[in-house]
C-alpha cells in the first residue's frame, strides 16, 4: 500500500518569488515513480513532473524543480519565478513500478499574489 | 481527438437515479482509468482498464458502481441509484506504456 501525504493545504507567494510545497510518501515498492500535477479550474490534471526512483538526479522543468530525498519519503516542488497563471491545486502523486494506479495526496492550493 | 474528452462536463441528477459518465481516451491508448474527486479531496482510484485484459475494479466503492470500455476505447462509468455521497467530479485518464497519464476534464455529478 502507499500513502501520500501533501502538509500544506494552502500556500502563497508573491509574483517572481520562489515557493515549495511538500509532499511525503510512504511505500514498499524498491522502484516507483513520483509525480507532481497541477490542476486549474478547468478540472484537468497537468504533469508538472516526474521523477523516477531509481535516478538520484533531481528532475527539472523550466522554472519546475523537485528536491527528491528517497531515504527521507521526500518529493517538494520548488516553483522559481511565480507568475500569476501558477495559481492552482498541485497534487503529489506516486506509482508503483509493480502497479498502476496513481496514489494522489490530498493537494496544497497555490496563491499568487501581484 | 487530441486529448482525453469526457462527458457531460456536469450532471444534476436526483437521488435514486441512474447514470452513465463517458470517456473518450487519446486514440492508440491501451490503459484507461476513472478516479473520483471529492469536494477537497485528492483523487481516488476507481477502476482501470489494460487493452483486452480484465479490468481491475478494486477502487469501485461498492456494487453500485460499474463500468465497461467497448472495443478498446470509449469508456463508460455507471452509478446506479444514485446518493448524495456519490457527488464528486469524476475523472478520466489514458495512457500508454510509460507515456505518462493525459486526465480528460472531468465531469461534475451533484446528486440532489
Known amino acids: 500500500a502507499q500513502t501520500v501525504t501533501q502538509s500544506q493545504p494552502e500556500m502563497s507567494v508573491q509574483e517572481a518569488e520562489t515557493v515549495t510545497l511538500s509532499c511525503t510518501y510512504d511505500?514498499?515498492?524498491?522502484?516507483?515513480?513520483l509525480f507532481w500535477y497541477k490542476q486549474p479550474p478547468s478540472r484537468q490534471m497537468i504533469l508538472v513532473i516526474r521523477q523516477e526512483a531509481y535516478k538520484q538526479q533531481n528532475a527539472t522543468e523550466n522554472r519546475f524543480s523537485v528536491n527528491f530525498q528517497k531515504a527521507a519519503k521526500s518529493f517538494s516542488l520548488k516553483i522559481s519565478d511565480s507568475q500569476l497563471g501558477d495559481a492552482a491545486m498541485y497534487f503529489c502523486?506516486?506509482?508503483?513500478?509493480?502497479?498502476?494506479?496513481?496514489?494522489f495526496g490530498k493537494g496544497t492550493s497555490l496563491l499568487v499574489t501581484p | 481527438g487530441a486529448g482525453v474528452s469526457q462527458s457531460p462536463s456536469n450532471k444534476v441528477t436526483e437521488k435514486g437515479k441512474d447514470v452513465e459518465l463517458r470517456c473518450d481516451p487519446i486514440s492508440g491508448h491501451t490503459a484507461l482509468y476513472w478516479y473520483r474527486q471529492s469536494l477537497g479531496q485528492g483523487l481516488e482510484f476507481l477502476i482501470y482498464f489494460q487493452g483486452n485484459s480484465a479490468p481491475d475494479k478494486s477502487g469501485l466503492p461498492s456494487d453500485r458502481f460499474s463500468a465497461e470500455r467497448t472495443g478498446g476505447s470509449v469508456s463508460t462509468l455507471t452509478i446506479q441509484r444514485t446518493q448524495q455521497e456519490d457527488s464528486a467530479v469524476y475523472l478520466c485518464?489514458?495512457?500508454?506504456?510509460?507515456?505518462?497519464?493525459?486526465f480528460g476534464s472531468g465531469t461534475r455529478l451533484t446528486v440532489v
Open positions: 511505500t514498499s515498492e524498491s522502484d516507483y515513480y
Open positions: 502523486a506516486c506509482e508503483p513500478n509493480s502497479g498502476y494506479a496513481l496514489n
Open positions: 485518464a489514458s495512457s500508454l506504456a510509460e507515456d505518462g497519464y493525459t
